[in-house]
């Protein structure tokens, strides 16, 4: 018994399939926020978009895919968001796979009512529940920030963000500095 151990040990460290990840590729390599984004409190979303506008809070609806590299490219940003407004915005971030097919519904609070069916999509609602911003593909974080500001009433216009890689998975917000 302890031989056949040994050999099944040995051979699952001299296997040649190794773990691969890459934010350029369209591959699934898991959840993109932990993995691409250092941040896995985003999924599951806290709340959902019907609690989140009963509630008259002002949200983030991101539609994306775990194997989309735009999807990953833009978690850092996503979760750059929720490290800068934390407690004062909600963000739901969806994966479409479950939208795929479905029909539309009358519910104006229904999350695949307001996904255009491309990905990455970043859509904001005011506290009132219209959609001020809606967007697919890339987007600064600036660009974001500023419509949150203004939804939120508050002046962040002297402030910029950069997106920063500390190493080829993970991504950290900063403030950008003259």
């Not at 255009?116 to 506290?127: D, E, R, V």
């Not at 001020?132 to 002046?155: A, F, H, R, T």
């Amino acid at each position: 018994m302890k031989i056949i151990q040994w050999i099944l040990i040995t051979l699952i460290f001299l296997s040649p399939y190794k773990a691969n990840a890459s934010r350029d590729t369209n591959s699934y390599d898991g959840n993109i926020f932990p993995i691409y984004a250092g941040n896995g409190a985003i999924v599951p979303p806290q709340t959902t978009l019907q609690e989140s506008l009963k509630n008259n809070r002002v949200s983030v609806l991101f539609f994306y895919l775990d194997d989309s590299s735009d999807s990953k490219a833009m978690a850092p940003i996503i979760s750059g968001l929720d490290l800068i407004w934390r407690n004062s915005i909600d963000i739901i971030a969806l994966t479409t796979d479950e939208l795929q097919d479905r029909e539309k519904s009358d519910l104006t609070n229904e999350p695949s009512n307001y996904w255009n069916g491309l990905i990455p999509q970043t859509i904001i609602f005011n506290s009132d529940g219209e959609v001020k911003y809606d967007q697919n593909g890339m987007i600064n974080i600036d660009e974001l920030n500023k419509v949150i500001s203004e939804l939120k009433g508050i002046n962040i216009k002297d402030t910029e963000f950069s997106l920063e890689s500390f190493n080829e998975y993970n991504s950290i917000i900063s403030e950008k500095k003259d």
